[in-house]
Structures are given as C-alpha cells and as structure tokens.
C-alpha cells in the first residue's frame, strides 16, 4: 500500500516550516508528499493564497504535488466548517477521488489542530496519524479546547521552532504529546531561499529598504477587538518615538497585510516631526526576509513571532510596546494570545526605556527554565485548570511567592478567586462582584464620573 503525507498549510511562515522540517530529516519516507494550502481569509476571494506569496517558490520543490483545500469544499469557509459525522464517508472518499490518493496510507501533518480547517481535515481522515507543528509563540501555550478521542489519541507529536531556548511548550503535553525542535539551521537556510526567490521572481522588492534601519512590526490589533483604531495608532507612534529616542534615523514600517492604507500617515508625520526618515514596506513579504535582505538594527513590535525569531534566529536586538495594555484587555482570561503577550511582556524590554533596550541580551536557557518557565506554566494552568490539574500545585506555589506589582499583569484577581488560588479575592468580598446592588452603585458612579469629565 502507497505511503502519502498530506501537509496542511495557511501561512508562508508555516510552509517555511514545514520545508525546515522536511530538510532537517523529521519524518519518515513517503511516496508522495502532498501540500495541503488553505486560505483563511475572512474573504478569500479576495485575498492571495500563500502559494501566490513572495518566494514560494523556494519551497514548492519539497513536495510532489499541491492541492487547494478551499476549493475541494468550495463554496464552504475553511475557517468555520467541518464534516458531519454521518458525512466524513463521503467526503473522504470525494476527497480521495479528487486527490487521486485511491487507497494510500495517509498521514497528516496539520497546524492549529484546535480549530478548522485542520480538525476537518483530521476528521474526514479518521484513522490517520497526525503530527502537529507550530508556527509561532501559541505552542508554548495550553491547548484551548477539548479535541475528542478521535483527535488527541491519534496525535503522536509536536514540531516546533525553538523561538525560546529552554522553554517547553504546554501544547498537547496533556495527552503526552512529545515536542521535538525544528532545528533553527534548516529553518534559517529555508527563509535564505526564501528570500533569494523573492527578488528572482519580480525584482527585489526590499531594494528600497536602508540596510541597519529600525524595524516596526504592525498587527492589526484593532480589528481582533483588542484594541480601539486611536489606540493602535499611538502604539505604533509609541514605536516611532522610541526608536528615535534610541538614535534610528531611519525607520521601515512594516504594517499588517489588511490595516488600512491611510494609517501609516500619523507614522510618517511623527518621523519627520523626529527628524527620521520613514520607508513603509508594503510587500507581503516575511518580516524574516527583511532580515535577511536588509538586516535591520532593531526590531520593534507588540507581540508579533517575528519578535522572537529576530531575537532567537537572527541575534537582532528587539523591543516591544504595547503589552501591559494587552494582558489587560484579553478576553476572557483563556484567550490564546495570553501566553504570547506574556513570553514578550516577560522577556523583551520596552521600547519607551532606552537605557534597558541598549543594555537587553537574550536570556540563556537555562535562565529562561529558572524565571520564565514557571510563569508560563502558571498563566497556562490559570487559563485550562481542567485540562492541567496536574500543574495546581506547582502553580499555586509560584503564586504563594511571586505575585508582585511586576506579576500582577500577567493575572486576573476573579480568575484567581474562580480557581481557589493564591491572590484570590479575601472570602468575606467574595459577594461583591456578584452583588446587583454594588454593580449598579459602580456604574452610576462610573456614569458621574464620565459626565463629569467630559
């Protein structure tokens, strides 16, 4: 019987992945080898697959074939739909017809196996053996939702980039889920391609970037709800002014693929207002590309990957901006961007103290195991206490001794209070947040407050 691995891919970044992987030996032999792209766009329609991104082309070669998951389930979204149970026979063996796979073994090597499309894919291939691989900072974190018999007992590992050396990601531990490192060579060596057949394939889109420039990393926060469009904008204004308080005089802004055009003028008025020059790169290129092309002097973001690969993958110094707020508005406490907000607020300096910027080295592993570890394993059993009981105790003694006015952020006194833990709301206020009355008087007061203001 024919062998067949099917990689599921969304990003160019995680395709990267999955090419580091291949090279650096990860899986076993196959007959074919088939990529797997999904477009999970809010409106695909309208938006470039990653095999239509800058320099896939590099990394086309690792497999025999290519199909489009989007258009086996057309007029179906990938992000929000799965197969009925009564249904995964048929479309396997539509999916089968359509793949020509007749009766191959398959295998599946999927990302973000908590959420479509790669539980779909996972369940119209019932009995495949799946091997998940992480393409950013969320795999340090828990897993988010319950996966089912027919998911968590047939994953057998996790792959993923050593963006923190010493940390152990919580992803899948709780089904005794191994993690192995995609060696960070095999993945430096994949986004060289990368960049190389970027320029090969319509000239070299960085040509105009400075070499040594600081670069500012946009996330369209404002579009997740985290954070109001007037906020945002002084966030990236935030990362202009600390980067010419740290002497940059040239500064690239890099903003996210779908933030509005006219967003980038605040920018390019408060840089020339600091007397820095401003280039906004709007080719969807990797910010890893631009590292390797343009080799910028700083990287300056919010919580955003590529913080840490510049850290981690290129010895690039990094700031962020923009966290403690964070921490505090994500909804509800179990929100999967938690840990990665928690890993840079943690570890990356801010970008507003120059002298702690100038003055930051990345932390050894061993470091990382002493300080970081146990606050990661902390906020991770805070945010799934149901799915990590075996960490309460470790938890709660990390609470018992180290909440401070610095590790306050990183928790939520009703969550604590939820869980019976260590900085819990005292037992004689518990009433309090669920009493009508006080919550009326709060917001009456909140009410004269804001009146009186403005």
Not at 256 to 271: C, G, K, L, S
Not at 394 to 401: C, H, V, Y
């Given at each position: 019987m024919a062998r067949t691995q099917l990689f599921l891919a969304s990003t160019l970044y995680g395709a990267a992945t999955l090419a580091a992987a291949l090279d650096a030996g990860c899986f076993e032999a196959a007959d074919r080898r088939i990529l797997v792209v999904s477009n999970n766009a809010a409106v695909p329609e309208i938006t470039p697959p990653l095999d239509e991104g800058p320099g896939?082309?590099?990394?086309?070669?690792?497999?025999?074939?290519?199909?489009?998951?989007?258009?086996?389930?057309?007029?179906?979204?990938?992000?929000?739909?799965?197969?009925?149970?009564?249904?995964?026979?048929?479309?396997?063996?539509?999916?089968?017809?359509?793949?020509?796979?007749?009766?191959?073994?398959?295998?599946?090597?999927?990302?973000?196996?908590?959420?479509?499309?790669?539980?779909?894919?996972?369940?119209?291939?019932?009995?495949?053996?799946?091997?998940?691989?992480?393409?950013?900072?969320?795999?340090?974190?828990?897993?988010?939702?319950?996966?089912?018999?027919?998911?968590?007992?047939?994953?057998?590992?996790?792959?993923?980039?050593?963006?923190?050396?010493?940390?152990?990601?919580?992803?899948?531990?709780?089904?005794?889920?191994?993690?192995?490192?995609?060696?960070?060579?095999?993945?430096?060596?994949?986004?060289?391609?990368?960049?190389?057949?970027?320029?090969?394939?319509?000239?070299?889109s960085l040509a105009d970037v400075p070499q040594g420039a600081a670069l500012l990393l946009g996330q369209y926060l404002s579009a997740l709800g985290l954070l109001t469009a007037a906020e945002e904008e002084e966030l990236h204004l935030e990362m202009v002014r600390g980067a010419a308080a740290l002497g940059h005089k040239e500064i690239v802004f890099k903003p996210?693929?779908?933030?509005?055009?006219?967003?980038?003028?605040?920018?390019?008025?408060?840089?020339?207002r600091l007397g820095?020059?401003?280039?906004?790169?709007?080719?969807?290129?990797?910010?890893?590309?631009?590292?390797?092309?343009?080799?910028?002097?700083?990287?300056?973001g919010c919580f955003s990957t590529a913080l840490l690969t510049a850290s981690a993958l290129y010895g690039i110094p990094v700031a962020r901006?923009?966290?403690k707020l964070l921490l505090e508005r994500l909804t509800p406490y179990q929100n999967s961007n938690r840990v990665p907000v928690t890993i840079v607020h943690a570890l990356l300096p801010d970008v507003t103290d120059a002298a702690a910027v100038r003055a930051w080295r990345s932390p050894t592993p061993q470091a990382v195991a002493a300080d970081l570890t146990p606050l990661v394993r902390t906020v991770g059993y805070c945010m799934q206490a149901q799915a990590y009981p075996h960490l309460?105790?470790?938890?709660?003694?990390?609470?018992?001794?180290n909440l401070t006015a610095d590790t306050w952020p990183y928790f939520k006194r009703r969550r604590l209070t939820s869980l019976a833990m260590p900085g819990a709301i005292p037992s004689k206020l518990a009433f309090v947040p669920r009493n009508r009355t006080v919550r009326r008087v709060a917001r009456r007061a909140r009410a004269f407050k804001k009146a009186a203001l403005g």
């Open positions: 896939f082309a590099a990394l086309r070669t690792r497999f025999d074939d290519m199909v489009s998951w989007n258009e086996a389930i057309h007029p179906l979204h990938p992000g929000g739909w799965s197969p009925r149970a009564d249904d995964v026979p048929i479309w396997e063996r539509y999916i089968r017809s359509l793949w020509g796979l007749a009766d191959d073994s398959i295998e599946l090597i999927v990302e973000s196996i908590q959420v479509e499309p790669a539980l779909a894919v996972a369940a119209v291939f019932q009995g495949a053996p799946i091997t998940v691989y992480a393409d950013g900072l969320m795999s340090y974190g828990p897993t988010r939702n319950k996966l089912g018999a027919l998911v968590d007992t047939r994953i057998d590992r996790l792959l993923h980039l050593d963006l923190v050396p010493g940390l152990v990601p919580l992803l899948l531990s709780e089904h005794g889920v191994g993690a192995e490192v995609v060696p960070t060579e095999d993945f430096t060596k994949v986004l060289a391609e990368v960049a190389e057949a970027s320029a090969d394939a319509g000239g070299d996210h693929p779908t933030a509005p055009v006219h967003w980038t003028e605040p920018i390019r008025a408060e840089a020339a820095c020059r401003l280039t906004v790169l709007n080719t969807p290129v990797l910010a890893e590309v631009v590292y390797v092309k343009s080799r910028p002097a700083l990287v300056v901006t923009g966290t309460r105790d470790e938890a709660a003694a990390w609470l018992s001794t």
